[in-house]
């Protein structure tokens, strides 16, 4: 009893004491910012046709729908072109900034508002990516995900050299008049009204308590903070186990699926063939469409019951990103695929993304030094051996 005791004791110690996974939820956070980033890009010439007042899904179709389901989406507030426009730039904006890390806590929000705003504007429009980043980006409010790999834990390393912060104050006061003037106007629900201005005075008082009690106060509002990131890393894991063993019992039940011809069909819909002739040749050899039909159901079955051997998982977790780059290139779904794989990379080993993130540092310093000077950029030379050796742990 006294063995069980100190082991849940350790626990509750960790879970409060550290917010885990910091280079997991990093890439997570990367990987679904750059995404949704570059999906607006491409979008960019058709966002009117999207999700704007030109599109088949009218504004007043949207209105109907959402007073049923109570969708929470900024461009309802007003039916204008310039308002869609500033909406549209405040999502992108939100997304690159995110994605660099600068005020992630504040960007996260705003990248949520973006994210609900759109997608929940015309809800017809996405290829199944659109769901997941949908729920990734209200998770990722609650983590502390900014740091390493951020621009915030850059600056939190320099703080001594660059003094008091007043950009974050000067933020948080601009987003506490707007919010004011949204809810004063009554645009937002109570719900959503709550739940903004909880988050707003949540970000002043750590500012404060940071700034003016950085003793016990700070002590506790790290455990806090410790607790919903660890909560929401958990229920981003949650969710993409769900995802897999919800898509493989599915498929299981299809009888394509269990006579191994899923695959063949996809592959000869011209909407979903960017390269008729790749997709043609892999059709072509049953045995193969047989493997990988196969292979699908197996990895996404089997994927949640391997989270605690690590070596399994790893191979698992490397063939289902094997597979999302595939549905990417024979499919013509690049948002999607790049969304799971995204999701897939909560799982990846800190040792592995630690090598990888040496390797871009390092590149990045030689791709400098060598633009500098004008000299060519150098190879790199391979890493230290007891990096390499625990790359499946």
Known sequence: MSSFNRTLGDAVQRVTSTALGPYQSAVVRIGFSATWLLFLLSELPHRRELYGPDGPWSWDMAQQLIAGNHAFTALMWSDTALWFELVYALALLSA????????????????????????????????????????????????????????????????????????GPALWAVLALALAVVTFMGELSWGWAVVLWALWAGHGLWWAVNRYAPGEPRTLLDVFANLAHNAGLFVIMAEVCLVYATAGWYKIQGSRWQDGTALYYPLHLDYFSPWPSLSGLLASSGVMVLLLTYGTVIVQVAFPFTLFNRRVKNVLLALMIAEHAGIALLLGLPFFSLAMIAADAVFLPTVFLLWLGGRAARGRDRLRTATRRGDPVPEQRSEGAEVDRTLVG
């Open 96 to 167: 690159l900034l995110l994605m660099l890390g600068w005020r992630t806590r504040t960007m996260s929000v705003l990248f949520m508002i973006g994210v609900l705003s759109l997608q929940n504007r015309s809800i017809f429009m996405g290829d199944g990516g659109d769901n997941i980043v949908h729920l990734i980006a209200i998770y990722l409010v609650f983590t502390r995900c900014g740091q390493v790999w951020s621009l915030d834990a850059r600056r939190a390393a320099d703080t001594g050299r660059q003094g008091v912060d007043r950009v």
